[in-house]
């Protein structure tokens, strides 16, 4: 992907988003997935800057919501309404109120006192309120524990020995349809063998559940699909056809059940890179630090979660050296990458963070009072060339105010 350099128009740090690849994975994605009936959803929560989410519509998926506010943001952006669901362990009653009144697709509920406060609710407004449990069936996603969540003592979803109360609740409630179960056992999940239990629970929970006699027409499988944060322009497009093969081979739902995706991740974290400048290098006792003027508030993945993302310098061809690579947020733990290999990199030299398309721009905060990044679209035609300078240029900015 070529890097669009700032210029007058735009400062660093910025979000560089390729649409081209956007395109590229969504049609890899949306076509392995039709192969066999699924519905994508895509999760609003990775991304939703509407230059993304507009193609992203335009592809025919549906919107994964997890608040009222990007359910309302998604029905701006021209998703269908029933082509929206919602999960969340904390839903308000207004957000429940407004995807009642929209006439979504389903609520995914995650405990018997939120099934009986949407009854309620559902009550009031003489509505039908469709929902489907979401399930925590004790599989265990092998990634960082801060995004696991499938594992039997968690927050998300209802456990397997409360199962059978919930479900009988919401199939007697005449307030309430049952349209299925919803499961989504964490992210970043780089092994398949997860996906393959996974269905192994599903099958033995559909039939002894009673799911068919309950009148059950849908089946909601989440995500989690991981991307190569190590390798990321040698692997930029996840296996989505060995993802869904694996539903498709062990699945044993009847076909006239509807069986839905959650993807948020693997559709746009490789679409972005977080541009920064250098603006200033520093010598340790022991180490060597670059201070980039991008930090933990543009990308809070590291300081989070501890999470890798590949590091390139885009303006320097000089002997290679091992770095630090920090921010300039008031706080120990803005650090981007710590001794990685670069080439010698000084003041002003332009870096790039790979594989920040997801869990990027959503999370930017406005810690220290920093302005918020701007972002700069590429499009390249068929054969690698960027588009006009005026296009690339588009910024949808909010708030990048030093010029």
């Known amino acids: 992907m070529s890097i669009f350099h700032p210029s007058e128009n735009i400062s660093t740090p910025y979000y560089q988003y390729d649409l081209a690849l956007l395109r590229q994975t969504l049609q890899h994605a949306s076509e392995s997935a039709a192969v066999h009936g699924y519905k994508i959803h895509y999760a609003m929560k990775a991304n939703n800057n509407p230059a993304i989410t507009d193609t992203i519509r335009d592809y025919g998926l549906g919107a994964d919501c997890v608040s009222g506010n990007e359910v309302a943001e998604a029905l ?4 269908p309404a029933r082509e929206i669901v919602y999960a969340g362990v904390g839903k ?11 006439d979504i697709l389903c609520l995914n509920c995650e405990s018997l006192e939120e099934l009986q406060v949407t009854e ?3 009550r009031g407004m003489q509505k039908i309120a469709p929902v489907a449990i979401r399930v925590n069936p004790g599989v265990a996603a092998n990634t960082h524990r801060y995004i696991t969540t499938g594992l ?3 927050k998300f979803g209802v456990h397997l020995s409360q199962l059978r109360e919930v479900l009988d609740f919401a199939s007697e409630s005449p307030w309430l349809q049952l349209m299925g179960l919803h499961f989504h056992i964490g992210s970043q999940i780089t092994s398949l063998q997860p996906f393959e239990m996974l269905t192994t629970k599903v099958n033995d929970l559909w039939q002894t559940m009673n799911m068919d ?3 059950a027409t849908l089946l909601n ?5 991981g991307v190569d944060y190590d390798n990321p322009e040698g692997n930029s497009l996840p296996p989505f056809a060995e993802y869904f093969d694996v539903f498709a081979r062990h699945l044993q739902v009847p076909g006239h059940v509807k069986v839905r995706f959650e993807l948020g991740r693997s559709i746009v974290a490789q679409c972005g890179k977080l541009i920064t400048k250098v603006l200033y290098t520093k010598k340790g006792v022991n180490r060597s630090f670059v201070i980039a003027d991008a930090g933990m508030n543009e990308l809070m993945r590291p300081a989070l979660y501890q999470s890798r993302h590949h590091i390139t310098n885009l303006t320097s061809t000089k002997a290679p050296q091992i770095y630090d690579v920090v921010g300039p947020v008031c706080e120990s733990s803005d650090v981007f990458a710590t001794h990685i290999e670069l080439p010698q990199t000084g003041r002003g030299d332009l870096l790039a963070i790979h594989s920040c398309g997801a869990y990027s721009e959503s999370m930017m905060l ?8 701007g972002v700069v679209l590429v499009n390249e035609n068929s054969h690698g060339h960027m588009a006009d300078e005026a296009y690339m240029s588009t ?7 030093i010029s």
């Open 221 to 225: 499988l989440g995500g989690g699909l």
């Open 395 to 401: 910024v949808l900015s909010k708030g990048n105010e």
């Open 76 to 79: 701006r952006q021209g998703f």
């Open 152 to 154: 039997e003592e968690n």
């Open 213 to 215: 006699e309950r009148g």
């Open 366 to 373: 406005l810690y220290n009072m920093r302005d918020r990044a």
């Open 92 to 102: 308000s009653d207004k957000e429940i109120e407004l995807a009642l009144r929209e």
């Open 120 to 122: 309620e609710i559902a």
